[in-house]
Antibody, heavy 122, light 112 residues
């Protein structure tokens, strides 16, 4: 069955970096783009951006440029989110979600990972 | 502030029908872009509930329905059940600098 398996929870100190993985199975990885979505504690969903799994080209939402990097390893059908120079306000659950739709204006997220909790605390 | 506006909370008794609104503008819903809805049960990941304004993925009960008109969209849940208690989010495309993918702020549904 189609699924996205994310890496486990992370506890990091301010200033450190973290890399979250999202391993896809049950479908052809490069046929669907991948979104990343953040959910801060008690807050709503926030779209971080997406990565074209065919070309590796990332698109970042406003507010997620500079410290946030999307990458891929297509040999193991895995997408990654790396966050550098972590701040307390980066504490959140980070979700990967498969994108459905041929063009961005039609994009929606039909399969979600279970989420990875990143806690930033000294 | 979310680009798409949802009521923070709605409630209803078992068996009743509730609706959740999602209000946008001329740069998103009003421009004709589709609206999609997600259900997030407590402590779990979001799940696709409605796509393309009114389509249900396989496995989603027909108690859930979606519609769109003008700059707004709505999610209706009929025959409310206790297990429907969750957060609901709308999502669309926005052609302004806010986009391109935007979510509503979410609505907490309480089953009384």
């Amino acid at each position: 069955q189609v699924q996205l398996v994310q890496s486990g929870s992370e506890l990091k100190k301010p200033g450190a970096s973290v890399k979250v993985s999202c391993k896809a199975s049950g479908y052809t990885f490069t046929s669907y783009a991948m979104n990343w979505v953040r959910q801060a504690p008690g807050q709503g969903l926030e779209w971080m951006g997406w990565i074209n799994t065919n070309t590796g080209n990332p698109t970042y939402a406003q507010g997620f440029t500079g410290r946030f990097v999307f990458s891929l390893d297509t040999s193991v059908s895995t997408a990654y989110l790396q966050i550098s120079s972590l701040k307390a306000e980066d504490t959140a659950v980070y979700y990967c979600a498969r994108v459905w739709g041929p063009v961005v204006s039609e994009h929606y997220m039909d399969v979600w990972g279970k989420g990875t909790t990143v806690t930033v605390s000294s | 502030q979310s680009v798409l506006t949802q009521p923070p909370s709605v409630s209803g008794a078992p068996g009743q029908r509730v609706t959740i609104s999602c209000t946008g503008s001329s740069s998103n819903i009003g421009a004709g872009y589709d609206v999609h809805w997600y259900q997030q049960l407590p402590g779990t990941a979001p799940k696709l509930l409605i796509y393309g304004n009114s389509n249900r993925p396989s496995g989603v009960p027909d108690r859930f329905s979606g519609s769109k008109s003008g700059t707004s969209a709505s999610l209706a849940i009929s025959g409310l059940q206790a297990e429907d208690e969750a957060d609901y989010y709308c999502q669309s495309y926005d052609s302004s600098l806010s986009g391109p993918v935007v979510f509503g702020g979410g609505t907490k549904l309480t089953v009384l």
